[in-house]
């Protein structure tokens, strides 16, 4: 069947797991497929996942029939580790990045736990294949680069016009549905106005919302978000009532990095 619109489709969920002992960071992965001007189906991946998720990420590929050089462009919402350690997975596909956050690179702050020193040597060995995009930038019919910075300084959402309305894939510009309720950013790394700023306006975007760390959702005309498919998650290693287990009701607070106003972006 030829695609009309262009499509999404949430390869691996996204999951908000914390502990007390650190988070379990696994961001969204979703897949757009589109025409290109040309007539050529193109696929774009939508953030990598970090590479405890790599044989997943193969195998989730393998299920739709694609392969690592099936992806012609990797779009990174933004920089961190959990959403690019997998980049040199897809050893053909064209890199996006927003020419701020490609910037930051050069110089994180050491507080930032997104972004360590090393992201900046994972990103330059694709330096050849990156290309710099910014608000309004088309990568295909139908799809096009929405700036939303503040959790990074250059992250980045990608709006999909699809046959159920536009899509708006986030990565952590809205990392979950409370974000959306709150209409504050969870986790802030960069700049709290702008990163609240960033929600306000994806949301006014957006007829649905792929976030970084929760299944993909809409908002109803009653204001709540409603979930597009059910969650799915099996956890291994512990069982309910080992002793020293707890499970701690959600609270929504959001962090806000120390040192935030210190900073730049280097010369």
């Not at 025409?35 to 696929?43: A, P, S, V």
């Not at 309720?181 to 960069?190: G, H, S």
């Not at 609240?196 to 005309?221: C, E, M």
Request: proline letters at 7%.
């Amino acid at each position: 069947m030829r695609l009309t619109s262009p499509s999404v489709e949430t390869i691996l969920d996204g999951y908000r797991l914390g502990t007390d002992q650190g988070s379990v960071a696994f961001c969204s992965i979703n897949l757009v497929q589109g025409i290109d001007e040309q007539g050529t189906l193109r696929r774009i991946l939508v953030d990598t996942g970090h590479v405890g998720r790599r044989p997943d990420l193969d195998a989730a590929l393998r299920q739709r029939g694609l392969t690592r050089d099936s992806i012609d462009v990797l779009f990174c919402t933004h920089a961190h580790w959990d959403h690019i350690q997998n980049l040199d997975m897809f050893a053909r596909a064209e890199v996006v990045l927003h020419p701020d956050e490609r910037r930051y690179l050069r110089r994180p702050h050491p507080n930032d736990t997104g972004c360590p020193e090393w992201t900046e040597a994972v990103v330059d060995r694709y330096d050849d294949r990156v290309r710099l995009a910014e608000e309004g930038t088309r990568l295909l019919p139908g799809v096009e680069v929405v700036a939303a910075p503040g959790h990074s300084a250059g992250t980045i959402a990608l709006a999909v016009a699809t046959t159920d309305g536009i899509a708006i894939l986030a990565g952590d510009a809205i990392q979950n549905t409370t974000v959306a309720t709150e209409r504050r950013n969870a986790l802030v790394f960069w700049n709290e106005q702008q990163a609240n700023q960033s929600v306000d306006k994806l949301l006014a975007i957006g007829d649905l919302i792929y976030p970084g760390h929760d299944l993909p959702f809409r908002i109803t005309p009653g204001g709540k978000p409603e979930y597009l498919h059910e969650l799915e998650l099996t956890i291994t290693g512990v069982m309910p009532g080992r002793p020293g287990l707890r499970f701690a009701e959600p609270e929504f607070k959001p962090e806000i990095m120390p040192g935030i106003t210190e900073q730049r972006l280097p010369d």
